[in-house]
């Protein structure tokens, strides 16, 4: 998955009021464990106070373009930067990308061998993250390339089916040794 990040050209306030402020940044809900990190450190080091608003990146990024507000613009998915581009709200070409992910296939602790997309067959029920955001999008495409979306797209979870997921989400987090298997998106070349 691929973070990009960019400046927003839309803001109201003047160049006086924003540097003598904070400054708003609008960041991918996914990124709401690292970045308060991070910008502890940035205001440590004397830059600006930042304040964040966390939320799925295509609302932020009409919330973006619609109001003018926001000073820093990080996004899960490249299309909603080209679209803030297309709207006037951030300088074509100036977005950075700062970071990857990668997919992770999480199973229960009883599973004892490594799973690999084309195991998946196997599961009874299979979660993903919905299509209409960045980690279920690349989660599909990722199963399309390994030959086996069509095959488990019946078997994967509806919302409203997955509230025993987040347990295991954050067991697999706290204790990385319980993921098996990575599945790594591949660039093309």
Not at 51 to 64: C, E, G, M, N, P
Not at 72 to 99: C, N
Not at 152 to 167: D, N, P, R
Request: glycine share 8%; charged share 25%.
């Amino acid at each position: 998955m691929q973070l990009n990040g960019a400046i927003l050209t839309g803001d109201s306030r003047t160049t006086e009021e924003a540097s003598d402020s904070v400054l708003l940044v609008l960041a991918a809900a996914s990124l709401a464990d690292v970045l308060p990190r991070i910008g502890d450190e940035w205001e440590r080091l004397g830059g600006t106070p930042l304040v964040f608003s966390f939320d799925a990146t295509s609302r932020l990024a009409v919330q973006a373009s619609q109001s003018g507000a926001g000073d820093i613009f990080f996004s899960a998915d490249p299309q909603w930067i080209r679209w803030l581009e297309e709207q006037g709200t951030v300088s074509l070409g100036s977005a950075v990308h700062f970071a990857a992910n990668e997919l992770v296939i999480a199973v229960s602790r009883d599973v004892s061998v490594p799973v690999e997309p084309d195991k998946l067959l196997g599961f009874e029920r299979i979660a993903l993250a919905g299509e209409n955001v960045p980690a279920g999008k690349y989660a599909r495409t990722a199963l399309e390339r390994a030959g086996v979306w069509s095959e488990i797209e019946e078997t994967w979870l509806e919302e409203g089916q997955y509230e025993g997921l987040w347990s295991g989400l954050y067991e697999a987090r706290s204790r990385p040794e319980s993921c098996i298997g990575r599945m790594r998106k591949r660039r093309r070349r």
